[in-house]
């Protein structure tokens, strides 16, 4: 453990499943230093700057710095200046380390529940190209507190016979989901959750793809887990979700919504004083969400739910409606299940 991050020791990432608990912050890192930068990192760079993270982690490497997006930054500057790898190096590392790129890239590219929505469609318009016009053409509606009664209606819709309807449905800053839902009423639940799980995982493909096991995090309860695994089995494994379960869910979800606009805050206590009232109101209003939080079936674990209490301004969901062919042929078989990789390691 020669690389420290915040002066904590990182272990030697080129180990199958050590680069897990990273992948997202890594990630992160990517788009932080595009952000500052200007830059957009290729995908041979996000590459090169991995290879140089795992052997700055490893034996003959020794570094620290106080944040991911610096390591990132300096291991991008090492690449350019042709330090470790350098750039006509890199083609040779990755040659020599195939193996190894496709698992780092494929945890770093799927370490987050909005990453895992967006490869998911990215990869149904590789295999289905009749699917490109309609993922284009997807329609983005907001819907906030109070507002549970229009929720209902979108998340109730069955679309034509011939036609697959997905949502691509997102929680600013909490979580982002796809609902995939066929004519004849079959519905799918696809997603990852940033460190918890991945989608593999979710889908039943890949046991290894649980980010909480009892030997990797010892904060989540074996209650916790125990709740993740019967939410899966009821939401998740790639099944269709039982008809009445989804129904009550959506009402449930709706629910919260409507319960959030209106938090009691004990109006007496503000008299005079509107900008603390609106702040109080808007904390208030996820505190209430938070207690609808282990009924949903995204991420029912406590650790989370305290997470979301503590979140401010109103709750709210984007969600975005695509119409694509039916190219299940009116059996009311997935099309997001299959594209999830078997194994996110690669």
């Known amino acids: 453990m020669l690389l420290t991050i915040a002066k904590n020791p990182v272990p030697d990432l080129s180990v199958t499943g050590a680069l897990d608990p990273y992948a997202e912050q890594i990630e992160q890192a990517f788009g932080k230093y595009e952000q500052t930068t200007g830059e957009e990192l290729a995908e041979h760079e996000r590459q090169a700057i991995l290879a140089q993270l795992i052997a700055w982690s490893g034996p003959a490497g020794k ?60 990869e149904l318009k590789k295999k289905h190209p009749t699917f490109v016009d309609g993922i284009g053409a997807g329609k983005r509606e907001k819907v906030g507190s109070g507002a549970g009664k229009r929720l209902l209606e ?48 979710w889908t039943g493909k890949d046991e290894g ?12 309860s074996n209650e916790d887990r125990e709740r993740l695994h019967r939410t899966r089995e009821s939401w998740g494994l790639g099944r269709s979700v039982n008809p009445n379960r989804y129904d009550d869910t959506v009402v449930l979800l709706a629910k919260a919504f409507d319960e959030a606009a209106l938090p009691d805050i004990g109006e007496g206590e503000y008299v005079g004083i509107e900008v603390e009232k609106l702040r109080r109101q808007e904390t208030a209003a996820w505190e209430v969400f938070a207690k609808f939080w282990p009924e949903l079936p995204f991420c029912p674990v406590q650790r989370e739910t305290d997470s979301i209490a503590k979140r401010t301004q109103r709750p709210e969901i984007e969600i975005t409606t695509i119409l694509v062919p039916d190219v299940a042929a009116n059996t009311g078989t ?3 299940v299959p594209v999830v990789p078997n194994s996110i390691k690669g």
Request: charged share 15%; proline share 5%.
């Open 334 to 336: 997935s099309v997001t």
């Open 209 to 220: 793809g649980l980010l909480v096991g009892e030997k990797q995090d010892a904060k989540i």
């Open 154 to 201: 979108l998340l109730r819709e069955v679309p034509p016979q011939g036609q697959i309807l997905l949502f691509d449905c997102s929680f600013p800053s909490v979580h982002t989901f796809l609902l995939e839902i066929h004519p004849n009423g079959n519905r799918y639940l696809c997603q990852g959750y940033q460190g918890t799980y991945y989608a593999s995982w």
């Open 63 to 122: 570094e620290s710095f106080p944040s991911w997006p610096q390591a990132v930054r300096a291991a991008q500057m090492r690449v350019k200046t042709g330090g470790f790898l350098g750039e006509r190096n890199t083609t040779v590392v990755q040659s020599r380390n195939e193996g190894l790129f496709n698992m780092a890239m494929g945890s770093v590219n799927w370490a987050n529940c909005g990453k895992t929505a967006e490869n998911i469609l990215a």
